[in-house]
């Protein structure tokens, strides 16, 4: 079956089985690695993309569900080499350990945040209660979300300050 | 805008918690982990599983599997025992089946593969494949593994005629008979620690190319531990271990399930040698819960002896082991129940005697230590659950009975009733810390007026000490390979360094942690550190990143290895600046002139000179490597205190708040120390409350996917309050201890104390984990007490 999609802004169209997963879709076929598969029953989040801005698990949809639809990714949160708001919270507040679950959470995150621009500790919480964390506990991811929501709301107030990339993660 | 940005960039030292070098790869979701290792002509590997924990095989008939559309082989038993690869030796002496010829011996496990051209062509052919069982009764516990007559699950070894694997002692039982002969008081406890399950959110896998040109076999594997895991392949498969290279990517998560040698691994091996093409398996959620290894499952009785005042006089501990049907531990050669023996804990004890047996079940093998260091878990559960219902039954403050018998910061170094020798500690400054934070006095008052009132509220403590590190040669081994470990440090002319780790990390931080070491100790900047690890061709030879053990071993070769450059840079900066070496003062990042502080040379220009401008006499270069083989083990402690409410109605137990104190040394990298923290907290609360691998009397696995493993998310993980206090260790050449793992062990003792101590009252003295509010109303409606 033919599936057209648009990810993280470029339209993308393939034949594929109508078993496919999404997940498969997106990690086989687009060579999109960034989203993870965790455990295959919706528990872990893991493989949470957006589809049309909302969270999906991606384990758990058909790629030919998703025809016509606008997906984001992982690989979709940066704007070219400058981070996004979430990327940089991330980064700062010591959000991620081993990485596996986060980009599902910086997406989630950045959903929450379209939806709740200055969300509260257990907003946050309960937005993420659908994605595991094994390494750190929460804590930091909560502290990740609050500081992006703070970046962004700075920089919805004033669009033109300082440069992001200054205080954008270095490393390789 | 709030963004903050550093200029100039931080030197990056001990002490600075400076964002991690490695984050930028994981934020754009450029992360390498094992499936996203593609390589060119690769196939994908399933295999078909035992669905009975005991039946015999009579027959496999494959030949559906093998004409399904894009199978390329399946392999069986049979094959794989046709290269002698049927079986495999453990990390504990035994032996393991690869893929099953005779029985199988617990669900899960691996009878055959197919390899196909996609997973998804697989995973259709393993169901065409016809396997004829005759079932066995299972065994599910040490008791039944005990009973005469029981059924022998491992009949095809030797000799073997029960379930039996080991019996193990450590200390002195004379003196702990004698000692409990004029005890007051003896309090006792028989507990189930049990089985659990390390789940780390990426599966395990390999990808497996052996190259039919060259020979040489490159496996891509999520493994802690990749040297070792070399020099098993070389030994279990025959294949010379120059021509085996292993590489761990990026690892999503560890906790001690990614240090074994799965079957999986091996016949991915032999599939991708006798096809000559790569050939990929990653696990799924299930097979992972199902399979690899377990933690825990001990069944522990121990008993305190205790004075009149309360001081501890004794110890007495015997556990029974459920290793399931291979003894497959992860874990030093001598010590048959991992280092189980620190079980006296914090606690000046004069005597102590423990009696562990292990035995066959039909249940997954394994016995790793989740975010443990071999067992120690088990060990601080007990004593810590010991202590509470000591202090309940005698009628003393759970801090008081602590305090009195803490062994004191003037004893170290402390010499243990079962053989350790602690290097450090401070244990009532950690307690007082705690108290203090987490409002002791105020607590108990209010628990008071609260009992008053019918209502069921507890605070729980747990004072943990570990034995991390492992560790020297002489004592420390896994199949007789000394658990020393290595760091390789080349500077280059223009002042920036690599250093090559011979363990690994899986989250831990250790791209950062590392390059902060070299950043203290030769004054090159952490970010101009780049850290590489988990390549065996291109790292030196190390055991591996598990039992808190890289900090303590890794780091303390890093930081020796970093001191003798700086020794060669001094001869450098001696030559540049044409005085005596002896007239150079170091400070961090230069050397310069005794007495004129001006005239200097950095370890940047002193790089550059041992390229270009060399002594006569000097060999070229700024590098080397070193292996460390540590003097004693580590000792982290800390104190844990948890404050939980109790609905006496239903059952449930609220975690109201959690003040955490750790004592782990000298902290590297205090941001990275706290997250490692939150995060034993968070999977200790787990093994409290929610994550339990059961089995029923068929031994079929209860707990085999995430909706019946419950692992905490954000909703109900409580938020934790962390502090510390700094007791350095005197022989770690940093004052480092490790700390990855302190909060997994201590925390389980101190969110079930709570419960205990808000159910005392009701002279209710246990509830195994994990506590859930149904067995904690069964508890409370056992004793008469009404909504």
Known sequence: ??????????????????????????????????????????????????????????????????DGSELTTVEGLATGTQHSPMQIGFHEEHGLQCGFCTPGMMLVGKALLERNADPSEDEIRWAISGNICRCTGYVNIVKAIRYAARLQGEQTAAPAAAPIAAAAPGGD | MSVEVHTPPPHGGIGESIKRKEDGRFLVGRGNYLDD?????????????????????????????????GVIAVVTGELMAQHKLAWMPTMSGDTQAVLATDKVRFQGQEVAAVV???????????????VDYEVLPAITSPRQAQEPGAPVIRDEKEGQKDNHIYHWEAGDQAATDAAFARADRVVSLSTHYPRSHPAPLETCGIVADVNPATGKATLYMTSQAPHAIRTVFALVAGLPEHQIRVISPDIGGGFGNKVPVYPGYVVATAASLLIGRPVKWVEDRNENLISTGFARDFHMTGELALDSEGKMLALRVHLDSDNGAFFADAQPSKFKAGLFHIVTGSYDIPAAHVTADGYYTNKAPGGVAYRCSFRVTEASYLIERLVTNAAIEAGLDQADIRLKNFIPKEAFPYHSATGWVYDSGDYVGAMNLALEKVGYEDLRREQAERRARGELMGIGL??????????????????????????ELRVHPTGKAVLKLGVKTQGQGHETTFAQIVAEELGIPAADVEVQHGDTDNTPYGLGTYASRSTPVAG?????????LREKARALAAHLLEVSEHDLEWERGRFFVRGSPDRGKTIQDCAFAAYTNLPDGMEAGLEGVSYYDPPNMTYPFGTYAVVVDVD???????????????????????????????????????????????FDSEGNCIGSNFMDYLLPTSWETPRFECFDTVTPSPHHPLGAKGVGESATVGSPAAYVNAVIDALAPHAITNIDMPVTSDKVWAALRSKGVKE
Not at chain 1, 42 to 57: F, I, Q, R, Y
Not at chain 2, 673 to 680: A, D, L, R
């Open chain 1, 1 to 66: 079956m033919r599936v057209n999609v648009k990810v993280n802004g470029q339209e993308r169209t393939a034949e594929v089985e109508p078993r496919l997963l999404l997940v498969d879709f997106i990690r086989e076929h687009l060579r999109l690695t960034g989203t993870h598969i965790g455990c295959d029953t919706s528990s872990c989040g893991a493989c949470t993309v957006l589809l049309d801005g909302d969270p999906v698990k991606s384990c758990t949809m058909l790629a030919v569900q998703a």
């Open chain 2, 37 to 69: 290792v593609s390589l060119p002509g690769m196939l994908h590997m399933v295999i078909l599983r035992s669905p009975h924990a005991h039946a015999r095989i009579r027959s496999i008939d494959t030949s559906a599997a093998g004409a399904a559309e």
């Open chain 2, 116 to 130: 196909a051209e996609s997973k998804y062509a697989a995973e259709d052919a393993v169901g065409l494949i016809q």
């Open chain 2, 462 to 487: 747990a004072s943990f000490t570990e034995v991390v590190g492992a560790g020297h040669g002489k004592d420390f081994d896994i199949l007789g390979l000394r658990m020393f470990d290595s760091a």
């Open chain 2, 556 to 564: 303390a070769a890093t930081a020796v290895i970093s001191r003798k």
């Open chain 2, 648 to 694: 006496k109605g239903i059952g449930v137990v609220k975690v109201r708040k959690v003040v955490a104190v750790d004592d782990c040394g000298v902290r590297i990298n205090p941001m990275i120390v706290e997250g490692q923290i939150h995060g034993g907290l968070t999977e200790g609360f787990g093994i409290a409350f929610t994550e339990l691998i059961t």
